[in-house]
């Protein structure tokens, strides 16, 4: 069993807040995490909606549900019972009381806005990913603050690892234990059919799923873009509204997800279209047939591939760091643009690059130098992440660092 790095928070969470709703697709390991929670500091009972008995109950009588189980109390797989969501509500509001309730969810309910509205101040929400390479190996690296910091870790390029490799692998726990890429597509063609049957279905019905499957694969070969809804659209063959619904479905089971575009004032005509990233490089790679091998011949797709790897690293490590940051990307219509730029509350910003190469030049940190200039003292450091082994600076606070310290 891998440890969470995101155990501390929700522990730290529920000795203050009433309810929290821990997110996540599912297989990432949620239930794991959750019925693993040290007894002495949350002793709740735990129950699933995966439970025929317990999925009848709920659904019959929310709010009795609710009124009858004992407090802490785990409710795994919520969002079978989307009801349930509002009988909490009522119970928080007659107990405020902190540590009720820990929920956990396969699909994003609160993107429904009455339950989003009926919850706010009442729940907190955090978002467990796959697995991070950094938690694969035990350890709790904290990136956003290395960088923020300019503080990054001196040994990150010391250790042999596969690139190729880890993309194809992906971050959820039963593929990461697969031996062999074989295996591993066996449990993502499983794993697709049940997010289809179980965590679409409960949320919406379809009636074209071989349409879903089609565009999932679709958005895998568009990782790392600005994705073109009508031309999607065309090569679908389905109207642009049954399109927006169904990447919608696929947003709320977070298969995939969407970066937003950063638009300061910079005196510069910037896009403003968000950016498409498969929320798992592995299954990304089954998806379009891509094996360790497939990439090293194809540069395009595995540039895409491993920009997608690693924005959903640092993404992951968000949801731990000592530091707050919100997620961008940067891009102007001339053609300057950062994978990722970070904005703390105090308005500083940091900015990172992604290159799988292993060579790094002064081109390479041309959009990192036009968001310094624009930004002034505002700008705390600018990281090209590639695949080399040292830690090179390349300027006033710019360094190109070896991918590996995200995990170092």
């Known amino acids: 069993m891998y440890l969470r790095n995101i155990t501390y928070d929700i522990l730290e969470a529920l000795a203050d807040s009433p309810a929290l709703f821990l997110r996540g697709a599912r297989q990432v390991g949620k239930s794991t995490l ?12 735990y129950v699933t909606l995966d439970n025929a008995t317990v999925l009848a ?16 109390l785990i409710i795994d797989e919520v969002q079978r019972v989307p009801a349930l969501l509002l009988a909490i509500k009522e119970a928080v509001d007659k107990d405020r009381k902190p540590g009720q309730f820990l929920l956990t969810g396969s699909a994003n309910l609160l ?20 697995l991070s390479r950094a938690e694969i190996y035990g350890r709790k690296t904290d990136f956003p603050l290395a960088l923020f910091s300019r503080d990054f870790n001196q040994q990150a390029g010391v250790a042999e690892y596969n690139l ?42 379809i009636q074209d799923a071989a349409a879903i499957i089609r565009l999932i694969r679709l958005l895998a070969t568009r990782t790392a873009g600005q994705l073109n809804q009508s031309e999607v659209s065309r090569t679908m063959q389905i109207p642009n509204a049954t399109l927006g619904r169904y990447m919608g479905l696929l947003e709320k089971v977070f298969l995939i997800h969407f970066l937003p575009a950063w638009a300061p004032n910079l005196g510069k005509r910037l896009v403003k279209a968000p950016k498409l990233y498969m929320t798992d490089c592995g299954l990304a790679a089954h998806l ?20 997608t790897f690693v924005i959903n690293e640092i993404l992951k490590h968000l949801t731990w ?26 308005g500083e910003i940091a900015g990172v690059e992604i290159k799988g190469s292993a060579q790094i030049s ?15 003292s505002k700008f705390k450091t600018g990281a090209v992440l590639y695949g080399g082994r040292e830690i090179v600076p390349f300027g006033d606070n710019l360094f190109a660092v070896p991918i590996s310290v995200l995990w170092a």
């Open 111 to 130: 993107t429904l806005p009455l339950i989003s509205d009926s919850l706010a101040g009442r729940m907190e929400i955090q978002t467990l990913w796959p």
């Open 321 to 346: 760091s000592s530091i707050s940051a919100m997620p961008y990307h940067f891009r102007t219509h001339a053609g300057l643009d950062v994978d990722l730029v970070l904005e703390r509350p105090s």
């Open 288 to 307: 379009v047939g891509a094996d360790e091998v497939r990439l090293a011949k194809m540069p395009e797709l595995a540039g895409q591939f491993i920009e």
């Open 34 to 45: 959750v019925k693993n929670l040290p007894a002495a500091e949350f002793p709740a009972k």
């Open 164 to 205: 190729p490799a880890l993309l194809v692998k992906g971050g959820y726990p039963e593929a990461v234990k697969r031996k062999n890429q074989k295996r591993r597509s066996a449990w993502f063609d499983a794993y697709l059919t049940s997010i289809i049957e179980r965590d679409i279905n409960d949320i919406a019905r």
């Open 57 to 72: 109950l709920a659904g019959e009588d929310p709010t009795g549900f609710i009124a009858g189980q004992p407090r802490p």
């Open 362 to 376: 002064h081109k390479h940190f041309r959009g990192l130098k036009a968001l310094q200039e624009g930004l002034g």
